[in-house]
């Protein structure tokens, strides 16, 4: 009988069992942990949507503007859980991209750590924590389409930041390892401090979301990500793989001119399931995955 793909298997010791390997380098139980959890919670929330079906869920809660004057094309249903579907529907994607970056952190984890690592393979906590950034992107921006309250906007709006905030964070935990010249560990690892910056930093423009431009600092936090990309390509002595970099760059591309398109009502009617903005989340989702995958790709330079 042939053997298998090496690609496809690991390199466990001798007498133990081979482990099949399917994409990302992840095995088959963590594929089944990301699409079983998304399965799961499709399934909890069809069973929310049917229960509430015909049935005001939404009565006594402040609502949106967009409530009553549309931004999208999407038709809303005032009286139903998920006033939209597509746009709530699609916020799914963000949750698959978190669900991988938490089985890959897990991953990292269990894995001893190499001298090749880059600093995501060798820092799993930064991992979990654009994973769950990701989760919570998907969760405020379905509950401010399924609800279109004000509350839920300020949420939808606020959990765009912490995915970036954590890109930042690698970028700035890459370089700080470069220049670390430390003879002996650091009391305080310094991704516990990256982290609380970003904790921190998340909860303050939710906090003040009403009192500044969304715009203005959606605009602050890609451009602040670019610059890192170029002081990487730069300064790295490292290589990194741009083409994550690139991808990630027209996937974002082509989600804005799906969204404005949507905006137009120039994409597609009010009743269809293939909405712009429902490929905006898809297509963020993507962008955000491909600048994870950036991360992940850093190698030592030969």
Known sequence: MPLPPKSLTSDPPPGSPVTLRLGFGLPLRDHAFVWGGLALLALVLLTFSCAYQGKSAWTGWVESRELRQPSYAERIYAEHLFRTRSNTWSNLAFVVVGFYALALGGRDLRRPAGPA??????????????????????????????????????????????????????????????????????????????????????????????????????????????????????????????????ASTLALAAAVVCRQLDIAGKFSGPDAWLQGHALWHGLTALSLACAYAYHRSERPAR
């Open 117 to 246: 690592d880059g600093y995501v393979l060798a820092t799993p906590a930064l991992s979990l924590l654009f994973g769950l950034a990701c989760c919570l992107l998907g969760f405020g921006s379905g509950f401010y389409h399924a609800s279109l309250s004000r509350w839920g906007q300020q949420l939808d709006v606020a959990s765009m930041y912490p995915p970036l905030l954590v890109c930042i964070a690698l970028h700035l935990g890459r370089w700080l390892r470069r220049f670390d010249r430390a003879a002996t560990p650091r009391p305080i690892p310094l991704w516990t401090l990256l982290a609380a910056l970003v904790v921190v930093t998340s909860y303050l423009l939710y906090r003040f979301k009403w009192s500044m431009s969304s715009a203005t600092v959606l605009t602050t936090l890609i451009l602040i990500t670019a610059g890192g990309a170029l002081g990487d390509a730069v300064f790295a002595r490292r290589t990194l793989r741009f083409r994550w970099l690139a």
